[in-house]
C-alpha cells in the first residue's frame, strides 16, 4: 500500500477528535487535543519521506507526565510490497483494516506501551476509537485532507485506487470473526514484556520501535 496510490479521505465524525497527519507512506493520529507540535512535527517528518516507525514513535510523549499521549495510531506501509503495512496503537485508538475478506480492527487490549501487529492484502484503513462502529463498506467520506499537513478529525482513513492482491506468501492466522471466507493475514506481536519477539519472517518494525522505547 502506498498513499499516493489512493485516496486519503478526513471523517467528519466519530466518538472524539483525533489530530491526524498523513504522508505518502503513513497515518498518524493522536488523540485531541494532542501535545502542542507533536502531529506538526510528525507530519514534517512524513513530508521528508521514508520515514521509519521508530522515527515516528520517538516524536511521541509516551512516558510520565501531562504531556503524555494516551491514545494514538500509527500506519506505515511496507512500499515495496503492495497491500502490507504495519499497524500501532496504544489507549483506545483502533486501526480498522479492510482486504479481501472484508473489515478487522486492530486494538490496544490495553497492551503498553503500545500494540503492534503486520497485515498484508490490506486495501483500505481507518483510524478511530473503539466506541466507532466498524466500517460497512468503502464508503470512507468525500473530505480530502492535505497530504503532509497536520488537521483535526473524527478519523482519517485512506483507500487503494484498486483492490489489493492476495500475498501468498504472508502466513494465514485466524483472528476474531472475520465473514464467510475471510482469511485473515495479522501478525499480532505483544510488546508487553521485555524478551518479546516479533514472529519469525517479518519485518524488524517491532525489534526496532521497542528498541525507541526503551531508549527513551
Known sequence: MHMLSGTL???????????????????????????????????????????????????????????????????????ASPGRCTAVVRGDAVVDLHSPGGWRRLESHGIVPWHLAEFADVDAVRIGSEADPLPEDLALGDDRPPLGEAFRAGGVAWAAAGPAEPDPAAPVVGIGTPGPGARSRMRPVDLRQPGSRRPSGGSSAAARARAAEEHR
Open 9 to 79: 479521505h478526513r471523517v467528519a465524525s466519530g466518538a472524539r477528535d483525533w489530530d491526524a497527519a498523513a504522508g505518502p507512506d503513513a497515518l498518524v493520529a493522536v488523540a485531541a487535543p494532542a501535545p502542542a507540535g507533536v502531529v506538526e512535527a510528525m507530519a514534517k517528518r512524513m513530508r521528508a519521506g521514508a520515514a521509519a516507525l521508530e522515527d515516528l514513535v520517538g516524536l511521541l510523549p509516551i512516558g510520565d507526565g501531562a504531556e503524555r499521549v494516551a491514545s494514538f495510531a500509527i500506519v506505515l506501509a511496507e512500499t
